[in-house]
């Protein structure tokens, strides 16, 4: 298919090489900063531009790779009737894209960065969902050249998927944060961390999370959270560790 794309950043750079490698035309990529266009485009071999009056019209796709609070800006500009409109994110709905037919959502299911980018789709779970038949249709047909774990979905599904994916890695990220603070406090890298890191996502490939689960207050060792809690050196920091340490043991077996 010929495919424009809107945006140029994390997913949009590792989305648009993927589609590309599997044999689909980018015809152009926009941005509003002229770099990252440029950039994109140039690793792509395709047209860009800064400006909506300017996009391509005569694309079979559209796809929409802008942050969420982008999208209610993002004006109508001229393009066939039968193209279809995806947008790449789990929390924006269709209405997002006003003045459009043919709107679907593309939302592949993984963390994406341009210093980074993903090489192999295949293993990569993407959600799909069509206003109508035709959009859903050209979604399913771009995600199974990509991606061997297409998965229809509904709006309030994709919702609960990316509030998923929040916890899972938004909040892991911000927890390695706190944790290499301590490690900078006492004088180590924070690479001392990476085999546990590792070890841990392992055994979820295996056991239920809760299961998995070790440490002081899956053990209700209450002295050692005690001593735990003297060495955060902020309230804040402490009332994060006191509430999922109580839902540890909440469900600690």
Not at 120 to 126: A, S, Y
Not at 152 to 167: C, N, Y
Not at 211 to 234: E, F, I, N
Request: aromatic share 8%.
């Amino acid at each position: 298919m010929t495919i424009v794309f809107i945006g140029a950043g994390n997913l949009a750079t590792s989305l648009a090489l993927a589609l590309k490698r599997v044999g689909h035309t980018i015809l152009q990529v926009y941005s509003y900063t002229s770099e990252s266009a440029a950039d994109l485009a140039g690793q792509l071999q395709c047209a860009f531009t800064t400006e909506f009056t300017s996009v391509n019209p005569d694309a079979d796709v559209y796809f929409y790779a802008v942050r969420d609070d982008v999208y209610s800006s993002i004006p109508a500009f001229p393009c066939n009737t039968e193209s279809v409109h995806l947008l790449t994110s789990g929390s924006i709905p269709f209405a997002a894209l006003q003045d459009r037919q043919h709107r679907g959502i593309f939302y592949p299911f993984q963390t994406f960065s341009k210093q980074q980018p993903v090489s192999d789709f295949h293993h990569i779970p993407v959600m799909i969902l069509g206003e109508d038949d035709y959009a859903l249709s050209q979604a399913k047909l771009l995600a199974e050249s990509i991606s061997g774990k297409v998965y229809h979905s509904s709006e309030e599904s994709l919702a609960r998927l990316h509030l998923a994916g929040v916890l899972a890695n938004n909040f892991s990220n911000c927890m390695y944060a706190l944790a290499g603070e301590q490690l900078e406090a006492a004088g180590l890298p924070f690479d001392i961390l990476l085999p546990l890191i590792e070890e841990t996502a392992k055994k979820v490939h295996n056991l239920p999370p809760r299961s998995a689960q070790t440490g002081p207050a899956s053990r209700k060792d209450k002295s050692v959270m005690l001593r735990q809690l003297d060495l955060l050196d902020s309230e804040e920091k402490k009332q994060i560790y006191r509430l999922i340490s109580d839902d540890i043991i909440r469900h600690s077996i």
